[in-house]
């Protein structure tokens, strides 16, 4: 039988670094400034907001999930990261476009003062992005030696008692394991060979776990899904998670779509763009960590493209003329959505 787990309550303050400060991670950070300043509520946070029942319904015991588990409060949190431009975390927020003028005007003296280190960067695994900010070595062993540095030296100058690593980078092209994800050993031999199958997300996980630091993978790479890394984690008793933050299209389709099946709802195929996200900033924001359309702030997640999820493709259509936002949020009895249940 496997001994019940001792977890130390949290001290000191918490380094959270991030691999990419673009839309995602910059939004994070300005999250938790304006939640530490008392000018925004933690809305979607599970750990802030969330409960757990205790017991029977009845006992009505559902305390705070913060207050059940010894989890770092938000004050002590310190933000840095990598990215392959020099991008300040507010000139990064900006681009974006995700927070609006006053969320991000409040939350400007963090994030001005978050300069990101330089980014492992191999444009073979993000086409799309040519980063300017990049590290430069000869073997991708000598990069991974190098991130280990920035770590040392970023605890070293914070005075962080405590780190953890969260890739909020772009997506990598996919891949599948191969012989030199086996173990440990042909893992690093392959670094030191530069071989195409090592990503820059993998250099990343291997420099925290060999620091000790947790690492936990916001993207679907393969990243730390291999037996190499997941040996190494064991060994250096490091806590890894992660495949996919999953907060924006592939979570909203994943809890409609089994709803529209029920209902025996269908969507045309093409679904058609809301007026009210069609923005300049509709274009892809060309950063590293934004692995999504920005839609100017707008939090209805309307694509003006072909979806592939079981409910469009397998289900008999109402209308051909139904949009994305009448048919799933109503604004009233008479909307497409009421009309169809």
């Given at each position: 039988?496997?001994?019940?787990?001792?977890i130390?309550?949290?001290?000191?303050?918490?380094?959270?670094?991030?691999?990419?400060?673009?839309?995602?991670?910059?939004?994070?950070m300005?999250?938790?400034?304006?939640?530490?300043?008392?000018?925004?509520?933690?809305?979607?946070s599970?750990?802030?907001?969330?409960?757990i029942?205790?017991?029977?319904?009845?006992?009505?015991?559902?305390?705070?999930i913060?207050?059940?588990v010894?989890?770092?409060?938000?004050?002590?949190?310190?933000?840095?990261?990598?990215d392959?431009?020099?991008?300040?975390?507010?000139e990064?927020?900006?681009?974006?476009?995700?927070?609006?003028?006053?969320?991000?005007?409040e939350?400007?003296?963090?994030?001005?003062?978050?300069?990101?280190?330089?980014?492992?960067?191999?444009?073979?695994?993000?086409?799309?992005?040519?980063?300017?900010?990049?590290?430069?070595?000869?073997?991708?062993?000598?990069?991974?030696?190098?991130?280990?540095?920035?770590?040392?030296?970023?605890?070293?100058?914070?005075?962080?008692?405590?780190?953890?690593?969260?890739?909020?980078?772009?997506?990598?092209?996919?891949?599948?394991?191969?012989?030199?994800?086996?173990?440990?050993?042909?893992?690093?031999?392959?670094?030191?060979?530069?071989?195409?199958?090592i990503?820059?997300s993998?250099?990343?996980?291997?420099?925290?776990?060999?620091?000790?630091?947790?690492?936990?993978?916001?993207?679907?790479?393969?990243t730390?899904?291999?037996?190499?890394?997941?040996?190494?984690?064991?060994?250096h008793?490091?806590?890894?998670?992660?495949?996919?933050?999953?907060?924006?299209?592939?979570?909203?389709?994943?809890?409609?779509?089994?709803?529209?099946?029920?209902?025996?709802?269908?969507?045309?195929?093409?679904v058609?763009?809301?007026?009210?996200?069609?923005?300049?900033?509709?274009?892809?924001?060309?950063?590293?960590?934004?692995?999504?359309?920005?839609?100017?702030?707008?939090?209805i997640?309307?694509?003006?493209?072909?979806?592939?999820?079981?409910?469009?493709?397998?289900?008999?259509r109402?209308?051909?003329?139904?949009?994305?936002c009448?048919?799933?949020?109503?604004?009233?009895?008479?909307?497409?959505?009421?009309?169809s249940?």
């Amino acid at each position: 039988m496997r001994r019940p787990t001792s977890i130390a309550p949290p001290k000191g303050e918490l380094g959270v670094l991030t691999p990419g400060m673009g839309a995602v991670s910059t939004t994070f950070m300005a999250g938790v400034e304006l939640v530490r300043k008392g000018a925004a509520l933690p809305i979607g946070s599970l750990t802030q907001l969330g409960t757990i029942r205790l017991g029977k319904r009845t006992q009505r015991r559902s305390p705070l999930i913060r207050e059940f588990v010894p989890l770092e409060n938000l004050d002590n949190l310190v933000f840095g990261g990598w990215d392959i431009f020099p991008d300040t975390a507010y000139e990064a927020a900006a681009k974006a476009g995700v927070l609006g003028p006053v969320h991000l005007e409040e939350a400007k003296g963090l994030l001005a003062g978050i300069r990101p280190m330089k980014a492992a960067f191999d444009q073979a695994y993000v086409k799309r992005l040519n980063g300017t900010h990049v590290k430069h070595a000869k073997t991708k062993f000598d990069l991974a030696e190098e991130i280990k540095d920035d770590i040392h030296q970023f605890k070293k100058e914070t005075g962080v008692q405590r780190l953890v690593m969260v890739w909020c980078g772009s997506t990598e092209v996919f891949q599948s394991p191969s012989e030199v994800h086996a173990d440990p050993r042909r893992f690093e031999d392959a670094m030191k060979t530069n071989h195409p199958s090592i990503a820059p997300s993998m250099l990343y996980a291997w420099a925290a776990i060999t620091s000790g630091v947790p690492f936990a993978n916001g993207a679907p790479n393969l990243t730390a899904d291999i037996p190499a890394l997941q040996e190494l984690a064991r060994h250096h008793n490091v806590p890894i998670c992660g495949k996919d933050f999953k907060t924006g299209q592939t979570l909203l389709k994943t809890i409609l779509a089994p709803g529209f099946k029920a209902r025996m709802l269908g969507l045309p195929r093409s679904v058609t763009r809301c007026a009210s996200t069609t923005t300049p900033r509709a274009a892809m924001t060309k950063k590293a960590g934004t692995t999504s359309t920005s839609s100017g702030g707008s939090a209805i997640p309307c694509r003006s493209k072909s979806t592939s999820s079981a409910a469009t493709r397998s289900w008999p259509r109402r209308s051909s003329s139904i949009s994305c936002c009448s048919s799933i949020w109503p604004s009233g009895p008479g909307s497409a959505a009421s009309r169809s249940g």
